[in-house]
């Protein structure tokens, strides 16, 4: 029974990998990391942890979330690979990229 | 049928807690008696970044601090006939934000006219904003309006921010306000009014307008023009020429000054010193006069 039930513990390993959420930090008016590379099906989850409020758009639309208060989320489960350029749209000059790969 | 002079408006300043009256006449700050306040009427009142919505450290209450402030304008013997709100009336563009800020300004006694500011249009196309406050401008943003035979231009500059950070009216307002202004006689007096500054303060924290030089270049060969603006939460003025451009304190929070920290987020203070950074602006027509002086060829 033993092998068995290794398989089954080396896959349950490999789905949690997959499902761990990536984190990024709004704070003092950057995203941090400012460059993330994550897999296909991660979940990316902003936390604005600003005074003041921030977004998190994409240039080509693909994800846009409203106005992120103080200790706020947005989470956001990429798919198909690309890099995906984005901005705080109140604060433009703030920009970060998301690779998918 | 030539107007031989225009009245230049000058700014006073009303803080919340001190409720000290100064004028602002090129560019000269005069400390006003109270007594010869209350005989003027005043021409408008300036209220900016209200930021209903905003709840934490520097101000937990700012619906009261706006209450304030309203109390003070409307208890004056000649409340003010025209409002003009510089932006950021919500914190989160929010519905409900919008209808308690509807709620309090209702009550000043004056006529209301909005522009908005980037709080107030996060989710891009600024729905909430223009269902409340677009119907002047067939919800474009920007209009113009006459009173007292001042003309008054409302310009949106938080739509089509620069990747600088700077804001922009674009090609098509600007062409608009070119327009606008095209054939005008140079003794009307302007006042324009939009959320960002108009001219650049500090462009790191995006503190400007991109086509601010081609939108002074316009405004130039008029006797009296004020430049209203909100944004940094607190007074910054330029005097070019007869131009005057004036930035509003916000009735919520104070930020700090140009540089002073990561970025312009809220600044806290200690509560009692809270009250001397708010406030409103008040302009009333004053001399001296603004004269332009023109040839013959």
């Given amino acids: 029974m033993k092998p068995f039930v290794t398989i089954l513990m080396l896959l349950a390993g490999t789905q949690a990998a ?41 240039a080509d639309g693909l994800f846009r979330s ?7 989320s947005f ?13 705080c749209s109140i604060h433009p000059n703030m920009k970060a990229t998301i690779t998918v790969k | 049928m030539m107007e031989s002079f225009s009245r230049r408006e000058t700014l006073k300043c009303l803080g919340l ?36 919505g905003f709840n934490k450290e520097a101000n937990p209450d700012v619906a009261g601090t706006l209450r304030q402030a309203l109390d003070k304008v409307n208890a004056l013997p000649r409340p003010p006939a025209l409002v003009l709100h510089t932006g950021d009336v919500t914190h989160l563009s929010r519905p409900a934000e919008f209808d308690m800020a509807n709620q309090l300004l209702s009550q ?17 196309p600024g729905t909430e904003f223009f269902a409340r406050f677009g119907k002047p401008s067939g919800n474009r943003g920007y209009y113009s309006f006459d009173m ?28 608009w306000l070119k327009d606008d202004l095209a054939g005008r006689s140079a003794s ?22 991109a086509e601010g030089e081609q939108i002074a270049e316009m405004l130039r060969r008029f006797g009296s023009v004020t430049v209203l603006n909100g944004h940094i939460h607190q007074i910054v003025q330029k005097v070019e020429g007869n131009i005057h451009f004036h930035t509003a304190r916000s009735t919520a929070y104070p930020q700090p000054q140009a540089g002073n920290g990561p970025g312009p987020g809220p600044l806290v203070v200690p509560p009692t010193e809270l009250p001397g950074m708010l406030g409103v602006t008040m302009a009333a027509r004053a001399m001296p006069l603004a004269l332009t002086d023109s040839t013959l060829a």
């Fill in chain 2, 188 to 209: 009307q007096p302007i006042v324009v009014f939009a959320h960002m500054p108009l001219w650049t303060i500090y462009q790191p924290w995006g503190w400007g307008t």
């Fill in chain 2, 148 to 175: 007292q035979g001042v003309h008054f231009i409302a310009l949106v500059n938080v739509m089509n921010f620069k990747p600088n950070g700077l804001g922009a009216l674009g090609d098509d307002q600007l062409a």
């Fill in chain 1, 66 to 72: 409203q106005a992120l208060d103080q200790n706020d």
């Fill in chain 1, 18 to 58: 997959a499902a761990e959420d990536v984190s990024i930090l709004i704070k003092n008016f950057d995203f941090g990391p400012m460059n993330v590379t994550v897999a296909p099906g991660t979940t990316v989850v902003w936390k604005n942890l600003d005074g003041e409020p921030h977004t998190v758009a994409s």
């Fill in chain 1, 75 to 87: 989470r956001f489960t990429f798919g198909k690979p690309g890099t995906f350029r984005y901005i």
């Fill in chain 2, 108 to 124: 000043l006694k004056g006529e209301l006219h909005v522009v908005p500011g980037e709080h107030d249009v996060t989710d891009g």
């Fill in chain 2, 17 to 52: 807690s001190a409720g000290t009256l100064f004028t602002l006449s090129g560019g000269i700050l005069t400390a006003m008696d109270p007594a010869q306040a209350r005989t003027e009427t005043p021409l408008f009142l300036q209220i900016s970044d209200t930021h209903i």
